[in-house]
């Protein structure tokens, strides 16, 4: 099913009218790249897509990159088109990351990550845990102690049930020594929602990316107890869970996949163009500005982390009954 | 007031020559994307949002503020028109509305729209200026139980608005609960009703729906009409193409009700633009003097719920602008853009950019004017639309809705989808059973099912949680009266009088 989207029609239509009007006769054809976000406009696959598009253009990597939009389902509807439509065309490159993991596991997706070439991640975000300010909870050991005392009775508040806030929310409730299925948590769609119940006290903690609560923590509404990034990270708004005790490391990556079936020297070509990018100074500035980080990993280190990653967010949506075994 | 000294200095930056400019094309550009169903507001900010960066913040985002108000207000020119809602929140304005057109009334039809929408948009501006501080702290303590209770106060009130029989309406109102079921439960992310279609598994989207049955299955119904000429007849324009002193003076007072409505259930998170629509629907049909026009063409079916669409869009702003929560698609990626020039919505953005938010509200009032400036005049060329002869209208509407659904999601199930519903319509049609309760199971099933299942599991499991909260217990007892006040008075031989104020 190939469905024609808005932007491939403008692109059809002002291909139509470059030929027309006499167009250039040079054969050889633009160094290009299509990049699909499978997510509708606005979120951050999509972000991410257009950064790219952004920086790959004005570093003059590549001539020209398109970026399409194929939204639903996690992504899963995303990365069954591409795998498709893009097969063997060493100029398609498709946005991916965590949530599409859990997607893929949860919807039984017929195409999972397997069926597309792994190029590299590029960005990640930590997961912090925040309580309102007015709350009981003054620390993550006290977080730990009501965890323990009565799982059911802490509310958690986040994003999509399965995705990674739901899954950073089982984590820490095994690592305080509660029982991780029993963990109480209550998905909202949008950060919006979410912020409202964590920022009114309705929900005992809140769970989401670090940015998210970031000014909500400097203006004194919501504490912080910890963020799920390695030891000795810097430029938070406080400190990390390893360095109070409670080692868990996760953050909400995003990564580029290139279309199956193309060569080695193809897949190579890819890699350094995205890496080429990836090392840009307009690239780190852009990051800066949407306070992502960079944690560009490509080649067989990417490859062995993502097997890890499939695993480790298999093993906790097993064990929440979100995935039958 | 020293409120108004900063808004004089926000003026001052609206009306600089650029802004304006960016005004103009946001409104533009706004009321175009409004028209199409399926292209909403939120995509086309997030589409422009590359653009605009290495532009002024203050420009783009009162260019956003146009697009945001635009789209509202363009969703009810299709609506009253063509009976084809190009957003969610023009839905109820199309029971109405395309009575009215169709009746040759489209012309005060759109007017009324046009200037509630104004009067609303402004009104609600100002409250927006003076209160939005202490409304965004009232609007966060507002809980899941006391959503639910505002969610079932509508549910009773517009159900019962509907159709001739209550059976028939209530037969309608499962249809759309059941419809609103489809897809990705969002509590537990487990899949329903999606029958392994994973273009099903995001849910119905409310726009598709409308349009097919409303749109599709009316062209249907047409079609099946032919030589039967006296149904369905649409006369362009009979009477006076703008309000008369009587279309004025039963316009005025549901311009403010939707206004009360409308802007703070818009400042609540989880509030959103329909409900507010539909609960100024009910309220309008209840108080209405001649409450037998409903269901045939009544303009306070129309002045209520477009006043309560654009109240609640600049209630939408509360909560973004003073806390940096964003409650509506657009609202998320309009806080995407103020990130992206390093501004921080929440209670600091009026300490440290006073002069980019005072703009902004500025900016939302020219923008309101600008609206009404570009549309009333273009009144009388919208209304010919309906001179087209009737089958070629038709199949243009046809095409019309068909492209703006594809549009959006650029699938072939979703087009799919279109005819079916339609053709589920076309049969409700013919067998006498309403629409639109419908759509507004479709739309009101889902919200109380999240949020009566979130308010029992912060409980803990205990039904109590939803008399506990005064608000949520309030809200119930409105919603228990309405629904067994009616047959008590009747058992107890009371007559309702009509309120003659």
Redo the contacts between chains.
């Keep these: ?1 190939t ?4 932007r491939e029609a403008v692109a059809l239509g002002t291909a139509i009218l470059t030929v027309a009007a006499g167009g250039s006769a040079g054969a050889q054809a633009p160094a290009e790249v299509k990049i699909m976000a499978p997510a ?3 979120g951050g696959w ?2 991410t897509a ?1 950064v790219m ?2 920086v790959l253009t004005s570093e003059r990597i590549v001539r020209s990159a398109q970026v399409t939009n ?4 996690g992504g ?2 995303g990365i ?1 088109q591409f795998v498709n439509g893009a097969r063997g065309d060493p100029a398609a490159l498709m946005v991916s990351g965590f949530v599409m993991v859990g997607a893929i596991l ?2 039984k ?1 017929p195409v999972t990550l397997e069926a597309v070439t792994p190029i590299a991640r590029l960005t990640g975000e930590w997961q912090a845990l925040v309580v309102a300010q007015n709350s009981p909870i003054k620390s993550v050991q006290d977080l730990a102690a009501a965890l323990k005392a009565d799982v ?2 802490v ?1 958690w508040g986040g994003g ?4 990674v806030d ?1 899954i950073t929310a089982a984590m820490f409730a095994g690592l305080a020594g509660a029982d991780g299925s029993k963990v ?1 948590y ?2 909202h ?5 979410a ?3 964590i ?2 006290g ?2 005992t903690v809140g769970v989401g990316g670090g940015s998210e609560f970031e ?2 923590v ?2 004194r ?1 919501m504490r912080w107890i910890g963020l799920t990034a390695p030891q000795g990270t810097s430029g938070l708004a406080g400190p990390t869970l390893a360095e109070q005790g409670f080692k868990l490391e996760l953050q909400n990556w995003r990564s580029i996949f290139a279309a199956p079936g193309i060569s080695a020297a193809q897949r190579a070509g890819l890699a350094e163009v995205v890496e080429k990018m990836a090392k840009s100074k307009a690239w780190a500035d852009q990051l800066a ?3 992502w980080q960079d944690t560009y990993l490509a080649g067989d280190a990417f490859e062995s982390f993502l097997k890890e990653e499939i695993t480790r967010v298999s093993g906790v949506l097993r064990q929440l009954g ?1 995935v039958s075994a | 007031m020293e409120t108004l000294g900063l808004l004089g200095g926000g003026l001052a930056i609206a009306v600089q020559p650029m802004n304006l400019l960016f005004a103009l094309v946001g409104v533009v550009l706004g009321t175009a994307v409004g028209v199409l169903p399926g292209i909403g507001p ?2 086309t ?3 422009l ?2 653009i605009t ?1 290495k532009m002024d913040p203050a420009g783009s985002l009162i260019m956003f503020a146009g697009i945001y108000y635009g789209g509202m207000y363009g969703g009810s020119t299709t609506s009253i028109l063509l009976n084809t809602p190009g957003e969610s929140a023009s839905i109820v304005t199309a029971l109405e509305g395309n009575r009215m057109a169709r009746a040759g009334r489209g012309g005060p039809a759109l007017a009324t729209a046009a200037i509630g929408s104004f009067v609303a948009g402004t009104i609600a501006t100002a409250l927006l200026t003076v209160f939005a501080p202490f409304l965004a702290e009232v ?6 139980e006391d959503y639910f209770a505002l969610m079932l106060v509508a549910l009773v009130t517009v159900s019962a608005t509907f159709g001739s029989s209550r059976l028939r309406g209530l037969t309608s109102l499962s249809i759309g609960l059941a419809l609103g079921l489809v897809g ?8 329903r009703l999606a029958f392994g279609i ?2 099903l ?2 849910g119905l989207e409310v726009t598709t729906v409308a349009v097919a049955m409303f749109a599709v299955g009316e062209a249907m119904a047409v079609a099946s009409q032919k030589g039967t000429a006296a149904q369905g007849h649409v006369e362009a324009i009979r009477g006076s193409l703008w309000m008369t002193k009587e279309d004025w003076k039963r316009s005025w007072k549901p311009w403010l009700r939707g206004t009360a409505l409308g802007f703070p259930i818009g400042a609540l ?2 509030g959103g633009a329909e409900v507010p629509t539909f609960l100024s629907y009910a309220t309008e049909k209840k108080l209405s003097k001649h409450p037998e026009e409903f269901g045939h063409g009544a303009i306070e079916g129309v002045a209520g719920p477009e006043a309560a669409n654009n109240a609640s869009a600049a209630g939408t702003l509360v ?1 973004l602008l003073t ?5 509506s ?1 657009t ?3 309009m806080l ?1 853009g103020f ?2 020039y ?1 501004l ?1 919505p ?3 953005l009026f300490v440290t950019s006073a002069d980019v938010v005072w703009g902004l509200i500025a900016s939302l009032f020219i923008a309101n004017a600008m609206l009404i400036v570009l549309n009333l005049p273009l009144v009388g060329l919208w209304v010919r639309l309906l001179s087209i002869p009737r089958h070629w209208l038709y199949g243009g509407i046809l095409v019309f809705a068909a492209v703006g659904v ?2 959006a ?4 199930v979703e087009l799919t989808l279109v005819l079916v519903l339609g053709l589920l319509a076309f049969g409700m049609r013919r067998f006498d059973y309403p629409i639109a309760p419908v759509v507004v199971g479709m739309i009101l099933g889902p919200m109380a099912e999240t949020q009566l299942r ?1 308010a029992l ?2 409980a ?1 499991g205990d039904p109590m949680v939803l008399v506990q909260s005064p608000i949520s217990a309030g809200l119930i007892a409105v919603a228990v009266l309405a629904l067994l006040g009616p047959l008590l008075w009747a058992r107890l031989g009371w007559r309702m009088k009509s309120d003659e104020d």
Excluded: Y
């Design positions: 099913m469905a024609l989207t808005r509708a406009p606005g999509d972000q257009r598009q952004g194929v939204a639903g389902a899963t509807i069954a949860m919807n997706a059911a009775k509310s999509s049930a399965g995705g739901h109480n209550i998905a769609s949008g950060g919006g929602e912020l409202a119940a920022l009114s309705r929900v000014q909500h400097k203006g509404r500005a949407k306070g979100l | 939120a995509m900010v997030a589409l949002l590359p960066f609007a966060i303590a507002f809980g899941p990705i439960d969002k509590l537990t992310g487990q899949a994973p273009d598994l995001d998170p989880a909560p806390l940096g929560i964003p409650t698609a609202a998320a990626i995407a990130q992206q390093n921080q929440g209670p600091l594809l549009a999601k650029g699938s072939l979130r599991q912060i803990g």
